[in-house]
Structure formats: structure tokens, C-alpha cells
């Protein structure tokens, strides 16, 4: 072995050249595994091949709050302890908060440890625009690792991506009408996640002063109440909000307190004193409360696509985040640009059975539907039964809900579910403000393998809830059988290039459309009071203007 010092004693020709080469090879590992300060301690990156042919830096799974174990479950976030030398931040090991599996055999994985975020970037030394990613899963599944969904589509247009664990079901979102647990722990998992991109994303060259939110399903009902939050303002800066929002009759006042002591129940835990029954929670090992969440909603609450936890009013919080009537808060996103919309046939994603037993249910539930739907203008009797008439004549053309028209219940149930709590939340906002509001409809359907292919026999034309994120992300579970992006010149391409130029157009700018270029040959206009208009998003680009929905034919008395 050759002594570098014995070397430099002698005055070795030799020296000069092994020493430029050593500190050759140093730099280039500091090149492809870069170091980054945070407020925490140091944190060390690695240089990614991404699908498109670019390279850039990806930091995984970087800790934003306390493991929010033992005594911190169900609490508060907590800041991360800080930790002594470089932090090895280069390998995604697919940390996700605890979970049941949304295929057989449903399994649950995870681990309460998970509040951890991920941060991608093409350069260190610039100030770009930052976009917030926040995942769906119907507030109990779901994870923003890697693993499931990668940002090389949306990194060629030159943002930073960050994307976030948050806590899920009783974990993060059990309400028990008492200080002691009184919900929305998701939430304010994401506002810590917030706090931290502020403080430390410029030294990931992004920009603290440019931040936009945008999540899908669930992840936009989070996004919605961050807009809304006063304890969130300041933390970023516009909002995407894809299939969902707090108007929903999912998103919003699930996690009551009746449903937090059924969980309870369900492990044994007959008390009704909310205190006791939190530590005693605490005591349970979190593999056993989640499998009994799957059991909290019932049969028909399932049919009616209520959700066992989402978002709650929590002014009995120490720290409240929705500290008043969910509608007095709409007003707080009135200085955000936001841009919104839903996917035509969104409700397909939870259907794939035409079986005659299976048609019956859904006559029988038709009536629970119109009920749902008639809350949200809290609609009396009568209105109600004028209501179930439309509906019948509207959508099955006074028909009984049958086989071979499957279709029809499915662009039925979108409506209900997010079409029209869509567009209650568009005609409220151009109503309120002049901030810029944009929206959208994603009507395509092409050859790229989606969620929904994963998990669901499409019966019906149009979009599936989740289809467009497979142009928005790569997604490894759906590229197994094809790992190449779309290919230059196909249809694909072309809807991927345009979903991710208008996505990161709306980040940089506040605006989708500022200028033309080969994808993008349509101004998108946003809506207004005297006209709302929003932009089908197909194999062309089109502007429409808003249908009326099916409540707008309905008098509600009480609104005289």
C-alpha cells in the first residue's frame, strides 16, 4: 500500500497527481451527494436519473416533527430534535404513517414514526417556485414516499417539489368532543410541514415567498382547510385543489365524537370519560387500532361514502385550527389565487360491479343519496321530494337505475359526491372575491395505466378519480408493465406536458396560461360572478361555462 505521507517526505513526482485526485473524487461525491443545512442538523442528498433523461437532487424522508409516539400520540406536533453530523438523506426506505392496505389482503403496514417529508430539486443555488404536495387516501391511507409517486414530470418545468407524511385515521384526525383529543392532528401535521418548508427550503433553491399548495381528493380537503386556517396564513402562497373540497359531504364533520368511542369499543375500551379513554388508547399497540378502523362505519354509512375521520370544527382545542363554523372560515382564502376542478367520472373509481344483487342496492340507497345531496342546501321535505323527482328525470330519464345503464349512476354519484360540491364552492367563491379563481374539468381518458386500473373494471365512460395524476407524477406502481414515460408525439405526451406546464405556470405565476406556447394554444379564463367559466381539459382544450347543477332547479324556502 502506498503511504501518501511517505510519499510527501520524499517529494514523490507522484504526490501532486494522487492528491488532485482524491480531492477530485470528494468533489464529485459532494457534487452527486450534496449536503444541505437545515435548522435541525445537516442533511445529505443523492443525485437521481429521472424518467424524462434530467437528473436531479432528491432528500428523503427528512424529519419535520417529533415521532409523534408514546405519550405524543394524538397530541400536537412537536418540533424534531436536532442531531449531531450529516443526516443520510439520500435512500427512500418508504416510511408511511400507519395504515390498512388498500388491496388483498389488507394487511395494516406503517408506523406511527412518520412525519417526514421529502424535497426535490434541480439546483441549490437558485430561488424557485416551491409546490407543496399532499396525498389523498380518504384520510386513512396513503403516503407522499417516493416509492408511489415521483415528481420527474413536473421537476422538467423548474420547480422545487416537496412532498409529506402527515398522520391518518384515528392517528390523525380522532375527535372526541374534548380538549384532550378534539381532531384535525393531520392537519396540523401539515402546518409543522409548512413551518418547515418556510425556514429551510431556500437552502433546496426554492423560494419561501412562492409556495403553492396542491393535493388530490382527501389531500385537497386538507389543502381547502389550510386555505381557510388562520393558523396556516402566511405559510404559502396559492392553491390546487384536485377532486374535493371541505363542501363535499365527505370532507367535512366525519370525525364525531360517537365515532371516536366506537373506536374505542371495538379494543375493549368501554369508558366514557374522554380522558381516560385517550390514555388508554395510548397504552394499545398501533397495529391493533388500526384494524379495527376498517369497522367504524357502517354498511350503510359506507354506501352513502361517509368516511369514519376528515375534518372537524375544533374550538375546544388548546391550539385550534378550525376554531369556528366551517362557514365563517370560507372567507380566509379570499387573497389566494386558487384553481380547482374535478374529473368527469370521479365516483367510477369506487364502483366496478353491475351484478343485478349489486344494481338493487343502489335503487336502494338512491334515497340516501338525495338526502346527502339535499344537505347541502339543507333542503326540507318537500324540496326533497321535488328533488328525488329531478334527479330521476335528470339522470335515468324516470327510470329505475339498471344494469346495462351503469354510466348514468356513476356520472349520478360524481355529482353528488364532488360535481356539485364543486360547484356550490365555485359559485361561493367568485361571489366573494376577485382573487383569481380558475377551473377545470379532466375529461381524458388515454392509454397511460392509472390508479384506478389497478383497482377497479372501468364501467363507465370519461374520467376516474386519480386519473390525472398519472401525468402529473410518475407513478412506479402503475409503469410495471410499461416503465417509459409517454412517448414524444402521442396524445399522452401531449396531455402530460400540458397538466404540468398549467400546474407549474399557476406556481410560478399565479396564472396557468401567461403566454402560448406548442401545448397551450388557449387562454384560460378564470371565472367570475357574471361568468363562470372553466377549461375542459381533453384531447382539446376548451373553454365552457358551468352548467346549472340539480340543485339550482330546487327552491329552498328557507333561503327566503
Known amino acids: 500500500m502506498i503511504c501518501l505521507q511517505t510519499l510527501r517526505r520524499n517529494h514523490h513526482p507522484w504526490i501532486e497527481c494522487i492528491e488532485l485526485l482524491v480531492k477530485w473524487k470528494r468533489t464529485c461525491s459532494t457534487i452527486h451527494k450534496p449536503i444541505v443545512a437545515t435548522n435541525q442538523g445537516q442533511v445529505q442528498g443523492d443525485t437521481v436519473k429521472g424518467v424524462l433523461g434530467l437528473s436531479y437532487i432528491a432528500f428523503h424522508e427528512i424529519p419535520y416533527a417529533a415521532p409523534p409516539i408514546g405519550k405524543l400520540r394524538f397530541k400536537d406536533p412537536e418540533p424534531p430534535a436536532p442531531w449531531v453530523g450529516v443526516r443520510d438523506a439520500s435512500t427512500c426506505t418508504r416510511k408511511i404513517c400507519v395504515q390498512t392496505r388498500d388491496r388483498p389482503p389488507y394487511n395494516v403496514i406503517g408506523e406511527e414514526d412518520c412525519l417526514y417529508l421529502n424535497v426535490y430539486t434541480n439546483l441549490l443555488d437558485q430561488s424557485k417556485p416551491v409546490m407543496f404536495w399532499i396525498h389523498g387516501g380518504a384520510f386513512v ?14 421537476l422538467a418545468k423548474d420547480v422545487v417539489i416537496v412532498t409529506v407524511n402527515y398522520r391518518l385515521a384515528a392517528f390523525g384526525f380522532l375527535n372526541l368532543g374534548h380538549r384532550a383529543v378534539p381532531g384535525n392532528q393531520g392537519l396540523k401535521d401539515l402546518i409543522a410541514a409548512l413551518q418547515w418548508v418556510k425556514e429551510n427550503i431556500a437552502n433546496f433553491g426554492g423560494d419561501p415567498n412562492n409556495v403553492t399548495l396542491f393535493g388530490q381528493s382527501a389531500g385537497t380537503v386538507l389543502t381547502h382547510a389550510l386555505t381557510i386556517s388562520p393558523s396556516a396564513r402566511g405559510l404559502f402562497h396559492k392553491a390546487i385543489l384536485q377532486s374535493g373540497s371541505l363542501m363535499c359531504p365527505w370532507g367535512f364533520g366525519q370525525s364525531r365524537p360517537a365515532r371516536g368511542f366506537k373506536l374505542a369499543k371495538l379494543l375493549g375500551i368501554t369508558s366514557t370519560d374522554p380522558e381516560e379513554v385517550v390514555e388508554l388508547l395510548r397504552k394499545l399497540p398501533d397495529k ?49 389565487p386558487i384553481m380547482s376542478g374535478y374529473c368527469s367520472c370521479e365516483m367510477g373509481f369506487f364502483i366496478d360491479d353491475n351484478e343485478p344483487d349489486t344494481v338493487k342496492n343502489y335503487n336502494k340507497y338512491l334515497l340516501g343519496h338525495i338526502n346527502v345531496l ?54 361561493d367563491r367568485v361571489k366573494r372575491t376577485s382573487t383569481p379563481s380558475y377551473f377545470y374539468r379532466f375529461s381524458y381518458v388515454g392509454k397511460e395505466k392509472t390508479y384506478a386500473d389497478l383497482l377497479v373494471k372501468r364501467l363507465g365512460d370519461g374520467a376516474y378519480h386519480m386519473d390525472e395524476l398519472a401525468y402529473l407524477f410518475y407513478s412506479p406502481r402503475c409503469k410495471i408493465e410499461n416503465p417509459d414515460p409517454p412517448a414524444c408525439g402521442t396524445k399522452d405526451r401531449i396531455i402530460m406536458e400540458r397538466l404540468t406546464t398549467m400546474w407549474t405556470n399557476f406556481a410560478k405565476t399565479g396564472n396557468p396560461t401567461p403566454c402560448y406556447d406548442d401545448f397551450i394554444k388557449i387562454r384560460w379564463e378564470p371565472g367570475t360572478k357574471d361568468k363562470i367559466n372553466y377549461l375542459n381539459i381533453d384531447e382539446e382544450l376548451k373553454m365552457l361555462t358551468m352548467e346549472p347543477h340539480v340543485l339550482s332547479c330546487i327552491r329552498n324556502e328557507r333561503s327566503k
Do not use: C
Open 141 to 154: 391511507s396513503g403516503t407522499g414516499n417516493f416509492a408511489l409517486l415521483q415528481p420527474d414530470y413536473l
Open 288 to 336: 391493533d387500532i388500526a384494524k379495527v378502523q376498517p369497522f367504524i362505519a357502517t354498511k350503510e354509512e359506507a354506501m352513502l361514502y361517509k368516511f369514519p375521520f376528515g375534518m372537524n370544527q375544533d374550538e375546544l382545542a388548546e391550539n385550534p385550527v378550525l376554531p369556528m363554523q366551517i362557514e365563517q372560515l370560507y372567507p380566509n382564502d379570499v387573497d389566494i
Open 374 to 427: 339535499g344537505g347541502l342546501r339543507k333542503l326540507g321535505s318537500t324540496e326533497l321530494e321535488d328533488l328525488l323527482k329531478t334527479v330521476k328525470d335528470r339522470y335515468f330519464n324516470g327510470q329505475p337505475i339498471s344494469r346495462d345503464r351503469i354510466d348514468l349512476y356513476l356520472y349520478f354519484i360524481t355529482d353528488v359526491y364532488i360535481g356539485i360540491p364543486f360547484k356550490l364552492y365555485v359559485e
